[in-house]
């Protein structure tokens, strides 16, 4: 009965999370991206692949898009190529992939403990119970510290030619930074029209936030949402 | 000159070294001239801290020779620096001299009172009187007499002292910000020990720089080959009028040699003694003079001999692209004090400081280095991007007179911004990128937290791990306990051998059916009362259930029971089969009521 369960669970899970939630097309995303690429809008490009790869991260397409924009981004900052396109992993998994193999993992080793404690001798039974949740609890663990991260500082891509990054007004007056189309930052605390930008975990400054797309609004810039067409500076919403 | 004759001794006390004039002395003979002792102490004032040598000088006539220990002297320190001895025969007569010197460090300000050393041989003796040193911190600031200025201690030619120290500037007359480069040197013709300690003076109106680290080399003096250290650091002025550079203080340890007192002693052997000696220059005057009237304009105060170079880093660029102009000024002079000069446009539409570095040329006999100044500038249209003259103004005071030096203008040219595959470098790669895909999907959200379903589960997933954890560990508890144990065998007996007899007594073997109710009913029994009842006759069985404390009614009811069923296993055929299903289940009852009474 137990195992029946768990079949149940891991084929109706992937499916009703994902009905769930505000889907957003992996393919309209790539399409976009491409489009963004071949134009030569290198910020746009990377913003778009960067959430098309969110949701299908085992594309070969996407990543190989990716990887180009990505070295073009290198090229126009004049810090050489970094690779170039890789092959698509068949292990990469989605957030939503991950979560459900988090949650189906932990079930799995709950009914294990379960199945031990109803047996005279199960102590084998119970370890491995304990072992296979355990494995399930730290990944939960390990997506919920990056969902948490994300929702703090929000992934984000430059997408204007260029991006200064200055102090606010009311901090000490420092040399302001330039940032170019296509660098990947992440987003702090907002203030008007100004975002504070972070890279490699430190602020560096604020800069406009019509400069700047976040991963996680990708979907509003293509074509089919009918938002803004790609290439076109959008603006961030307030976080 | 036999026997104990030969105890006879002269013990002196001295002062450190032999050649300070500073220095005071205690001496002592014995009526017959035969013991001697002298005391010497050098200087007469230290500071708190500071060293005085002593030195203590014994001269005895004959082998035996004494030691002379020094007293415990109160908030003083006393260290032994070495000891030299001589032995002389003259004309039958042995002599022997021994020279003990001891560092004298007080701890405290005031008057320290050495006192009087003796020294006794058989019947000779002799006593030196006491010594005084005066310790106070005005004698710590001011250096012995004759090291200042360059006259060492113990300077054996004339005029040729040891070691002496000299402060030199390279002009006594300089402008205002000009470089003054000061020299200070350390000539020593005896061993300095260990390193060397610098203490730099004070120049109260001085942009001081040094040059580099310690340079050594040797040097003639007045004919007498020296040792040079050599501390050069580069000053310049800040204020104009007379500037004093004050007296700089060098510490170091030298070894001194001290000479045996008979030079005619052929066993002689000179003694090598570390000591700490002070020497500071004198101070040295710089006239400084204004800068001549008449800057031109653009002047910010650059003095020196300096040379400009403007570098831009590409003559064409895309509009939003910035474009980096460089100004380099190199030459001799207080290059960390210059102003950048400024570079401006004409047509960008924003600008913003890169950055500056200074790198500091200290090898050289002057301080020189090189200044870059970066600025980016961002035009947003196509067209051109002027870099305006940049413009960089000093004085000279080689030539005395101000010099100035002008860029060219440099003209950007500024394409439309990148867009396209024609466009520039970023097209250029060779790297196709994949082709758009037809059809649509997979769909999924943007966002990286779980879903209100994965949550759920997860949940779930929890409380279902910690309710198995309790609910197994409830089981192993309940395992370990003996009346759980009971329970579950008197359960395995109604549930097993009951239905079995049941069954039999429905076949029609009700003899078996009986047998099997009386021996589970033995069974069950005595796992009510915690017993073992197979196997025991009537008697024997009565009286353990007893012991257990069954009651007698209990006991009775049990013996009737058990008597129905052994009658029923020898009773006629017809009447067997009823009464074997009424017995089974009595005894059924029964062992069910034994089950729950356990469990209460």
Partial sequence: MIRTIAVILLLVLPSVARAERDPADASVLYNAGTEALRRGDLGPAVALLLAAQRIDPRARDIRTNLAIARARVDESQGSGDHGGARPASPLALSAAESWNLAAAVSLLGAALLWAAALRPRGRALALLGAAVFGAGAVLALMLTLRAREEARHSEAVVVSPVLDVAPAPEERPTSPYLLAGGDEVRLGRSRGDLVEVRVGGNSIGWARRSGLWRVSDAARYTARSGARSAGTAGRIDGS | ?600
């Fill in chain 2, 1 to 600: 000159m036999t026997g104990r004759g030969l105890r006879r001794a002269t013990v002196v006390v001295a002062l450190a070294a032999l050649s300070f004039p500073s220095s005071v002395a205690r001496a002592n003979t014995s009526p017959s001239g035969k013991l001697s002792i002298e005391a010497k102490l050098s200087p007469e004032q230290v500071g708190p801290g500071d060293a005085a040598t002593l030195t203590v000088e014994v001269t005895s006539e004959g082998l035996n020779l004494p030691e002379v220990p020094l007293p415990q002297i109160p908030n003083v320190a006393v260290e032994r620096a070495g000891t030299a001895q001589n032995l002389s025969i003259m004309n039958g007569r042995v002599s022997r001299t021994s020279t003990t010197m001891y560092r004298i460090i007080p701890r405290k300000e005031g008057t320290v009172t050495i006192p009087s050393l003796r020294v006794t041989v058989g019947s000779e003796t002799a006593e030196t009187g006491t010594l005084t040193l005066i310790v106070s911190r005005g004698a710590a600031a001011r250096p012995p007499t004759p090291l200042r200025g360059g006259m060492p201690p113990g300077s054996a030619p004339s005029g040729t002292p040891e070691i002496f120290v000299k402060a030199s500037v390279d002009r006594s007359r300089v402008f205002w910000n000009e470089q003054v480069v000061l020299r200070l040197r350390l000539y020593s013709r005896i061993d300095v020990l260990g390193d060397v300690d610098w203490k730099p003076p004070s120049a109260n109106g001085f942009w001081t720089e040094g040059l580099g680290p310690a340079r050594q080399g040797r040097v003639r003096v007045n004919g007498v080959d020296y040792a040079v250290m050599e501390i050069p650091s580069a000053l310049f002025p800040t204020r104009v009028g007379a500037l004093t550079i004050g007296r700089a203080r060098i510490r170091c340890r030298v070894a001194r040699v001290i000479q045996p007192p008979d030079p005619w002693s052929m066993l002689a052997i000179p003694d090598v003694v570390p000591e700490d000696v002070t020497l500071d220059t004198d101070p040295v005057t710089v006239t400084v003079d204004p800068l001549p009237a008449g800057a031109p304009a653009g002047f910010e105060g650059a003095v020196g001999n300096y040379h400009l170079a403007v570098h831009v880093d590409a003559l064409t660029a895309h509009a939003g692209e910035p474009v980096v102009a460089r100004a380099t000024i190199t030459g001799t002079g207080n290059v960390s004090s210059i102003r950048d000069p400024e570079i401006r446009t004409r047509d960008a539409s924003r600008e913003y400081v890169v950055g500056t570095s200074t790198r500091v040329d200290r090898n050289g006999d002057r301080l020189g280095g090189e200044r870059e100044h970066d600025m980016a500038f961002v035009a947003d249209q196509p067209g051109t991007l002027e870099i305006l003259p940049v413009r960089f103004v000093w004085f000279d005071p080689e030539a005395r007179g101000y010099r100035w030096q002008s860029s060219e203008p440099v003209t950007v040219r500024i394409e439309p911004a990148a867009g396209g595959t024609e466009t520039g470098r970023v097209a250029g790669q060779g790297l196709a990128p994949a082709v758009p895909r037809p059809g649509s999907g997979p769909r999924g959200s943007l966002s990286l937290g779980p879903s209100t379903t994965n949550s759920f589960f997860l949940g779930f997933s929890a409380i279902a791990f910690a309710s198995a954890v309790l609910a197994g560990g409830a089981r192993r508890r309940r395992s370990r306990d003996p009346r759980w144990a009971r329970v579950r065998l008197l359960e395995s007996l109604l549930s097993r051998e009951l239905d079995r007899a049941r069954s039999l007594a429905a076949s029609g073997d009700p003899a078996k059916a009986a047998a099997l109710a009386e021996q589970t009913l033995l069974l069950g029994t005595g796992l009510r009362y915690d017993v073992e009842l197979t196997g025991l006759a009537r008697a024997e069985r009565e009286q353990t259930l007893r012991a257990r404390r069954a009651g007698g009614e209990e006991i009775g009811g049990l013996e009737r029971h058990l008597d129905a069923l052994h009658a029923i296993a020898y009773a006629p055929p017809e009447t067997r089969r009823s009464d074997a299903k009424q017995a089974v289940a009595a005894t059924r009852r029964t062992l069910e009521r034994y089950r729950r009474e356990i469990a209460e």
